[in-house]
Structures are given as structure tokens and as C-alpha cells.
């Protein structure tokens, strides 16, 4: 069964430093998007990407988040200058069609403890 | 801004009997629903779903009715097995067209014992 792959699996870094969290949503899938979930916390919508641009995107995701689809299979969260509270799990997702059925594909999320 | 709630943190359930779970929400905009299970150390995985122009879409041994009126789901799982232990969450969204962004709440601990 087709899969949304996410590297790495747990990344630490320094506050203030950037990070760049990778997901390969599945092949035939157009619609991408980033949650997180704080530890104890609901998951929470970042942004949805579509068509090589932004969606729509949350609160959170203010300035220092970005998302880029480089190469047509690789969808990229970068975080410019981390804060501890950016810690969390944060998972890929990708949507093939609006069907009315099924739900989205989510990766095996990224870890990302802020120190 | 709780506009899905699982009041309910965990429940436990002897295996071959049925789980319940519960979910509210607040948005009356919400056309779909959803419910995810999620390992340790995974992502959520999709489970079942409805749209609001049902009351109940059953699938195996899973089933979600949908109460509009009093903004209120539950998913039932008969019979539970241990399996099945793991954290649901429910999520609702706003069928946009393209873009239709989950609003999830914070989840329930299942644990099935056997």
C-alpha cells in the first residue's frame, strides 16, 4: 500500500537554528499539507499546498515556516529559527481527490525536539 | 478554540464487547467527520468516515453515526479486540472543494483488554 514517507524520523536542534523536515507524499497524490501535535496537545492544521502554492495556512504557521515542493515529489517543511516550543511531532499528508470518502495519507510524523 | 471535543481521555473495554467513543463539536459549518487511530511512534491512520447528509456509515466491524442535532458523533466497534488498543481521534472539516483542513480533537485512549 502506497505510503507518505517522512525524514527524519527525530531531529534535534539548537533554538534559533533552521530545520527543514522532508516528507515524499505518495506519487499520484495533489494535495499536501503539515500538522504537528505538541506533546499531550491535539493535532493541528499548519498549511495545505496545492498546485505549487499555498492553500491556506493556520496561525502558527507564521513567517518563520515555509513549505516547498523542489523537485515534484519531495514536499518540504522549513522552520527558519526555532523556538523550544516549535517541539513536536509534525506529520506529512497527502490527499489524491475531494472523493467525499477516505481521509487523508499521513507519514510516521518527524520529531522535532527544540533544545 | 475546542471546536471538536473527545471529553473522554481513555476508555477500557473487555475484548469482544463493544467500544464506544464519542466526539462533539461546536462548528455547525463541519460537513465531514472522521475518525483516525494512531500508534505510538506512527501517524494517524484513516478508520471511517461521514458526510453530514448521513446518520451512519458502517464499515466492518466500525461504525460512525452522526447526530447533527445535538453536534454529536460516536464511532462503535464491535466486537473490540486487543488490537484495537491505541489512541482515536475524531476531526471535522469544511468541504471547501480543494482544500478541506481537519480540525481534530484530542484524542482517546483505547485500551482493549483480553
Known amino acids: 500500500e502506497p505510503e507518505v514517507t517522512q525524514t527524519p524520523s527525530h531531529q534535534v536542534t539548537q533554538m534559533g537554528q533552521e530545520v527543514i523536515l522532508r516528507c515524499v507524499p505518495i506519487?499520484?497524490?495533489?494535495?499536501f499539507y503539515w500538522y504537528r501535535q505538541i506533546l499531550g496537545q491535539k493535532v493541528e492544521f499548519l498549511v495545505s499546498?496545492?498546485?505549487?502554492?499555498?492553500?491556506?495556512k493556520s496561525e502558527i504557521f507564521d513567517d518563520q515556516f515555509s513549505v516547498e515542493r523542489p523537485d515534484g515529489s519531495n514536499f518540504t517543511l522549513k522552520i527558519r529559527s526555532t523556538k523550544l516550543e516549535d517541539s513536536a511531532m509534525y506529520f506529512c499528508?497527502?490527499?489524491?481527490?475531494?472523493?467525499?470518502?477516505?481521509?487523508?495519507?499521513f507519514g510516521s510524523g518527524t520529531r522535532l525536539t527544540v533544545v | 478554540d475546542q471546536q471538536v471535543k473527545q471529553n473522554s481521555p481513555s476508555l477500557s473495554v473487555q475484548e469482544g464487547r463493544i467500544s464506544i467513543l464519542n466526539c462533539d463539536y461546536t462548528n455547525s459549518m463541519f460537513d465531514y467527520f472522521l475518525w483516525y487511530k494512531k500508534y505510538p511512534a506512527e501517524g494517524p491512520t484513516f478508520l471511517i468516515s461521514i458526510s453530514s447528509i448521513k446518520d451512519k456509515n458502517e464499515d466492518g466491524r466500525f461504525t460512525v453515526f452522526l447526530n447533527k442535532s445535538a453536534k454529536h458523533l460516536s464511532l462503535h466497534i464491535v466486537p473490540s479486540q486487543p488490537g484495537d488498543s491505541a489512541v482515536y481521534f475524531c476531526a471535522a472539516s469544511v468541504r471547501t472543494g480543494a482544500n478541506s483542513k481537519l480540525t481534530f480533537g484530542k484524542g482517546i485512549t483505547l485500551s482493549v483488554r483480553p
Open positions: 499546498f496545492y498546485n505549487n502554492e499555498i492553500s491556506e
Open positions: 506519487s499520484n497524490h495533489l494535495y
Open positions: 499528508a497527502s490527499l489524491f481527490i475531494e472523493t467525499g470518502k477516505g481521509g487523508y495519507t
